[in-house]
């Protein structure tokens, strides 16, 4: 007996109507921005070879990635992250192209979550990568860009949290330990466990480093945390990316933002490309992370082009669940005319709904033999009015009974 053919894989979903209709509007609004500051549509398959995204440093743990095998015997993914495959398009087809590359996308990412029951492992993302560009000025527009994403679609108040990769790692590789004890304090680091931090920190050898490191959890707030930070922190390479994040706060405070971004000298992404800043974005009575990114200045060399990047990624479903919960997107409304031929008919009567859609008019042809069939139907699809084609044309309006 099939036991799974009546429902979806676990991590996924059927939508349906307001679902649909709420998805296409958030979709929509990000291609849209996106277009209107300069950056073009990208596709990528949604099937990508599993050696690009385990090339010697795996970003994505292999558990975490759907597998499958070609023809050839060949071992596949389905497409995981968006960032790698637009790095691959860029270093192979778009070597020649003048620089900065601005590419936007919008297509399904899929991702293996065993342990986190309610997380989908199909999710829709809206995204943007500028590439050939680094600096200050590129990190700033990227970062007022998903501000202003969040802004677009009208889910309610957000925040965005700003780090930089290059102030933890500095730190971490401070402390003498191999590589598995140094990521073991990056996951707690990000996942601001203090208890697990201390216990682990108790074991390693004293030093002020890892004395600043059981703070840095707590380092998380406004300019505040910048100015609690820098008499403690005497490694140049972190001083010079606290350095950093004062200057882009600022620049983003002065395009007011500065109700909406908060610095947290903690945050660690999960994904190993990232080179500099870091960010993430919540929207109000959601604990999801709608957007995620940062810069990853060394991705595309792994393709033999040494190439600047910065981009993110906004969690279109997350954003639609937000919307629909507050009751924020009405449902799709019903045709003007449910069309009905008489026998005969059926030809003029398509003819007649091409010439409505035409003016702008929703309209529905009717399937069935007798007229009382397509007005049942129109009574409960809420159809305001029928309108009949036969040797002459009759509207029957359903809210008043009246023959038009």
Known sequence: MRRNIR?????????????????????????RLFQLRGFSEAMTPGIEFYDLFDSGNPVIPAEKMYKMTDYKGRLLVMRPDSTLPIARLVATRLRQAPLPIRLYYT???????????????????????????????????????????LKICNAGDFRLEIGHVGFVMSLVEEIDENPDVQDLIKLHIENKNYAALGSLLDTLKPSSTAQFLRNLPRLFGG????????????????????????????????????????????????????????FRGFIEGSGDV?????????LLQRFGCDLPATGFGVNVDSITKIKLARNEVKPPLPPEFLVHAESGFETEALKRIEEL?????????????????????????KIPKILIISDTEKIIDLNSGEML
């Open 357 to 381: 859609i035409q003016d702008g008019v929703c309209s529905e042809f009717s399937v069935f033999s007798s007229l009382e069939e397509a007005r049942d139907y129109a009574v409960k699809r």
């Open 290 to 298: 709608v957007i995620s990114g940062g810069r990853y200045d060394t």
């Open 223 to 278: 300019k505040e945390v910048l100015s609690a930070a820098a008499p403690l922190c005497t490694n140049p390479q972190a001083r010079e990316a606290l350095d950093y994040l004062n200057m882009v706060y600022g620049k983003l405070c002065d395009l007011g933002l500065s109700n909406h971004v908060i610095i947290d000298l903690g945050m660690v992404h999960k994904n190993e490309y990232y080179t500099g800043v870091i």
């Open 7 to 31: 429902v979806t894989p676990d991590g996924t979903r059927d939508l349906l109507f307001e679902e649909c209709n709420a998805r296409r509007q958030v979709e929509q609004k990000l291609s």
């Open 107 to 149: 297509q399904d990412v899929f991702y293996q979550n065993h342990s986190l029951s309610g997380r989908n492992d199909q999710e829709f993302q809206a995204g943007v990568e500028l590439i050939g560009c680094k600096g200050d000025k590129s990190d700033i527009e990227v970062l007022a860009l998903a501000a202003e994403s």
